[in-house]
Nanobody
Framework: QVQLVESGGGLVQTGGSLRLSCTAS????????MAWFRQAPGKEREFVSVITWNAGSTYYADSVKGRFTISRDTAKNLVYLQMNSLEPEDTAVYYC???????????????????WGQGTQVTVSS
């Protein structure tokens, strides 16, 4: 089992920055990749970014590429999402997710991830 806890959400002005953190505990050695998803009011949950745990390969949704950066600290079992140039459209609940080996290669599909955090609210004021 893997437990995930997000933190770092809050209220920020348009153009500002936030950094989200996700702490993994439990059987963290089984993690293949960790991802961020988000769900805005009235919208479907969507993929934001993912990082592989060993190699550190990263992928981003087109909507955030160039503004967001995902990273991880393997020694501390942490994954971060640095969010810059925030826009009102970024307002959402942000979820951390973890996938284990054998879960597939379509990193943008939420069904790939077996473990989820509780979510943290990000609100960008206009």
């Amino acid at each position: 089992q893997v437990q995930l806890v997000e933190s770092g959400g809050g209220l920020v002005q348009t153009g500002g920055s936030l950094r989200l953190s996700c702490t993994a505990s439990g059987r963290t050695f089984t993690i293949y990749s960790m991802a961020w998803f988000r769900q805005a009011p009235g919208k479907e949950r969507e993929f934001v970014s993912v990082i592989t745990w060993n190699a550190g390969s990263t992928y981003y949704a087109d909507s955030v590429k160039g503004r967001f950066t995902i990273s991880r600290d393997t020694a501390k079992n942490l994954v971060y999402l640095q969010m810059n140039s925030l826009e009102p459209e970024d307002t959402a609940v942000y979820y951390c997710a973890a996938a284990t080996p054998g879960s597939g290669r379509d990193y943008w599909m939420e069904d790939r991830y077996g473990y989820w955090g509780q979510g943290t609210q990000v609100t960008v004021s206009s």
